[in-house]
């Protein structure tokens, strides 16, 4: 049986979600948790990393369980969650295609970024918001981020991890960007085929930067228009940023018609 | 001049409010902070303790700053959020009378408690809500925090300390208890003229033992009706509460005629 499972994490205590020496990585933490169940090895794949102090309201990771176990998937929830910190949470598991992988058939993705804008940041948003204690226009910033939306070279919003060809491909849609408020509170939903490394957080610090005053619209449509030229080097703190879901194809299916799937883009 | 300081805290890493020998409260934290900036030992007045893992958004504490020091409360609100740990915020600071006493002239305050019932605990509630994942029947919810609202001897709902003259006066009025929900987000917020020693959590506690069916609306009113036999054990946990607001009879002149003010309580 594949098990699709949908995770939640506070990352403020990980090392990111991608399994690396030493550990203390979400798919680590994981893979241990699955591995002390069935008394075996277990390879588990994400969506895609998330970086050390980034949160997740739903990731999507799946592996195989060998058909000698015999615990459905509301037993695996309840398992791995016996077996994880409370800072990683199994939301759902389900039984899932042999075919489904959860990162190649992602067809899109939602991150939001919180940050915090006043003069002081209150201990319960520590580590979960940016605090910019400036003053924001927030119209400069609605203007910001629909200059943001669409199909373009996002180069320029990219942190390269020096891999020729996952860095090559450079184009992704941006399906919709929206700020949201409540008083000090203030969210921006990033939706989208798929994110360069550390995109969202350039975006954010790049859109941040022009609603303070301090780099003009134009400068970000350039940073869109000479993606091989120019760079941005605004880059908005983890903490501030969780992967809100990731869509597939078959959560979609009776709402596109049949030829309608999006292109496919790895993130 | 006396300063009054409105504070904020995450009660996860500390051993609750009221100084003790070895440090780590709340209180010994911020008198360390106002000490480095007078470079002599400074005294702070909290409205009341609060229990290790209880959080504030509006504890509010003073003390006196000698005259030789001529620093504004705008300078000494970023000061001390300066030499204070992210958990602790100063998030008000205003010159008072040097008559004003944070604990003595307190006429009411406001506490939440924060639930989630739900199957699974999201990792960003961890330490921040009680985890019920039993089915609760709301209305016996209400039907509960309203019998338990009013003017009544809440021994029954107090833990004692063993001081004769702070547990000898048991009375107190609870102006309201308001229940609101968001999905599986569940809170009660309690504003009263005085709670006694973990009343928030042993009203809570008792009311969710209500909502769960495992006890009886009866057996709570005969909590209220027989103080000195009886005895509420059930505690909700310490990271679902949060102190709100205190109240002060200065803050509301105005909207009280010249006679009417509420009989002070100390909690």
Known sequence: MRL???????????????SQPGGRTI????????????????????????????HADGQVAHFDVPDSC???????????????????????????????????????????????????LPPLMHNRAWHVPHTLDLSLLESATRLLTGTHDFAAFAAFRGDPRSDADTIRTIHSASLSTSGPD??????GNGFLYR???LLTGAAIRVATGRASLAWLE???????????????????????SVAYPSDLEHHL????LPGHHIS
Chains 1, 2 share one sequence.
């Open 199 to 201: 995109m969202v957080r």
């Open 186 to 191: 203030l969210s921006l939903t990033w939706s």
């Open 257 to 260: 018609p049949a030829s309608g």
């Open 70 to 120: 015999r615990m459905d998937p509301a037993a695996w929830l309840r398992a791995l969650n016996v077996h994880l910190p409370p800072e990683i949470r199994i939301m759902a598991a389900a039984a899932t295609s042999p075919a489904f992988h959860s990162r190649f058939d992602a067809i899109g993705k939602t991150y939001r970024y919180h940050l915090w804008n006043a003069p002081v």
């Open 27 to 54: 798919q680590d933490i994981l893979e241990a948790a699955a591995a002390t169940i069935l008394t075996q090895p277990v390879s588990i794949h994400g969506s895609g990393r998330t970086d050390a102090g980034v």
């Open 222 to 244: 350039s940073l869109l228009l000479n993606p091989a030229a120019l760079k941005n080097h605004h880059l908005a703190p983890a903490a501030g940023l969780s992967l809100i």
């Open 4 to 18: 699709r499972l949908t995770i939640a994490y506070d990352g403020t205590p990980f090392r990111g979600w991608q």
